[in-house]
């Protein structure tokens, strides 16, 4: 590399450096000014729109359900869950839940351009086994993220596995983005750290019904069952108490085994 070469080189990496630290800053403060503005607006006007448990369906008024507030760790301010007194399912912040599906998934796309989860195959694999797959059998991994070999390791032991993600970056011919990608019917689909992000529940659960085979099954892993990770806007669902139960029961499934093991929680829904 001569010194031209070497001087250019040196001062893309200088514009590099210079566009991330802008980025870094303009992270640090639009994300929580946006939040804390729709925060004091909250604050200053009364919403008593009736709301629906995302479980089992129960309807009233926000003030007819207890409340659980956190924090966003993520720059999102305020986050006011509501418990539903019939199920014991947690669900909110509502500011999330009624954010525009567009802006929800620019969010992501942010998040994800920072910020990586840890890797998630042994817990993918352990939820992959609960499905007690069968050689020959067709699966689905939901919300596969891009932090697992669990697809490519499925694959390789010869089970017939694909993964879809609509949000991560990942690059893999056996792992799809647009959900019209995915029009085969499973005999199991299963998912690690994905139930909590639903923002509709019993309307996803309907669509895993649609996309499974009369006798399958799908499973669920989650350590929100139980009231943790609540510390960031992106979780939305906690079916704690027996929402996984009035869930399975308003979707056409039954609720067949729970684990719970400290580190590792899924509960496993048949049809």
Same mark, same amino acid.
């Given at each position: 590399m001569d010194q031209t070469q070497s001087k250019a080189l040196e001062d893309l990496e200088r514009r590099l450096a210079r566009l991330e630290s802008q980025n870094e800053r303009l992270r640090e403060f639009v994300i929580p000014a946006f939040w804390n503005a729709l925060d004091r607006l909250d604050a200053r006007t009364a919403d008593e729109t009736v709301v629906a448990c995302l479980a089992c369906g129960l309807s009233g008024p926000p003030s007819s359900y207890? #409340? /659980? %507030? !956190?924090?966003? #760790? *993520?720059?999102?301010?305020r986050l006011e869950r509501l418990e539903c007194p019939d199920c014991g399912c947690v669900f909110g912040p509502m500011k999330y839940l009624q954010t525009p599906s567009e802006i929800v998934s620019a969010d992501y796309s942010l998040l994800y351009s920072f910020y990586s989860e840890g890797d998630s195959t042994e817990e993918e694999l352990r939820a992959f086994e609960l499905l007690d797959p069968k050689p020959g059998g067709l699966y689905l991994n939901w919300g596969s993220g891009a932090w697992s070999r669990s697809v490519e390791i499925l694959r390789e032991r010869g089970y017939d596995v694909w993964g879809y993600e609509p949000n991560a970056l990942i690059d893999s011919p056996f792992v799809v983005k647009r959900r019209e990608e %995915? @029009?085969? /019917? *499973? !005999?199991?689909? *299963? @998912?690690?750290n994905v139930i909590e992000h639903l923002f509709s529940p019993q309307a996803q659960f309907i669509e895993f019904r649609d996309l499974l085979k009369d006798d399958g099954r799908m499973v669920h892993a989650s350590p929100c069952y139980e009231w943790s990770y609540a510390f960031t806007r992106f979780h939305v669902f906690f079916p704690l108490g027996n929402a996984p139960e009035q869930l399975a029961a308003k979707t056409g499934f039954m609720l067949t085994q729970s684990v719970d093991d400290g580190a590792f929680q899924a509960r496993v829904f048949s049809l």
């Open positions: 207890a #409340m /659980r %507030v !956190d924090h966003c #760790m *993520f720059g999102g301010g %995915v @029009s085969a /019917r *499973f !005999d199991g689909i *299963f @998912s690690n």
